[in-house]
């Protein structure tokens, strides 16, 4: 996973640190004879910009966009809520984005590329396990067994003829190894940026 250093935050690294545990876990989870694990793609959003994708996984069973956070606080938010507060033990609240509605930006940016039903692509947010959601489970984060929530979807829904091509699609389409690109992104997103990522 390519890192960028230097014009990265506190929270930005540590990010990057669990998106590499996330990718790990991954890769030695999912038998690599039906799953494509793709890492940090830099996708058109639609709009004229990137958008940032942690993970995708492909697979017969469909295919899933993950977005991975390394936090260590607790969490309280629900499933629709456009934020969520990041409440810290030096007692220190933040306003956070819901990284749900956070990740449908990705969902979209990948449905578009591969033209697959959106019933087939999944929604789902990674969460470390430094932090605690207070207000109970949320549908579509998962803390404790990533590897096996995508395990248990078991009915082939695509075509694995179709599975390198959406793998090629995708990677064709990152940037994430252009650095104009990647610092163009950057730019981007801290000018909206009004709450703490991480």
């Not at 230097?6 to 540590?14: A, E, I, M």
């Not at 876990?25 to 793609?41: I, S, T």
């Not at 936090?71 to 934020?83: A, H, K, L, P, S």
Request: aromatic share 6%; net charge positive.
């Amino acid at each position: 996973m390519p890192v960028v250093v230097g014009r990265l935050s506190q929270p930005d690294k540590k990010g990057q640190v669990g998106e590499w545990l996330v990718s790990s876990k991954l890769r030695h989870g999912l038998p690599k004879a039906e799953y494509q694990v793709l890492d940090n793609l830099l996708l058109p959003d639609g709009k004229g910009g990137q958008t940032q994708v942690d993970h995708v996984v492909i697979s017969i069973y469909g295919v899933f966009v993950i977005e991975t956070k390394n936090w260590d606080c607790w969490v309280f938010g629900g499933e629709n809520g456009r934020d969520w507060t990041l409440t810290y033990k030096s007692g220190r609240k933040v306003k956070s984005l819901n990284p749900l509605q956070q990740n449908k930006t990705h969902v979209a940016a990948v449905l578009a590329l591969l033209g697959i039903k959106p019933e087939h692509c999944h929604n789902i947010v990674a969460l470390l396990n430094g932090a605690v959601l207070k207000t109970g489970p949320i549908p579509g984060v998962i803390q404790n067994d990533l590897v096996g929530h995508l395990r248990a979807f078991r009915e082939p829904v695509l075509n694995p003829d179709w599975l390198p091509v959406a793998v090629e699609t995708l990677q064709a389409a990152s940037k994430s190894d252009d650095k104009l690109a990647v610092a163009a992104h950057l730019d981007q997103v801290q000018a909206k940026r009004g709450w703490q990522t991480a």
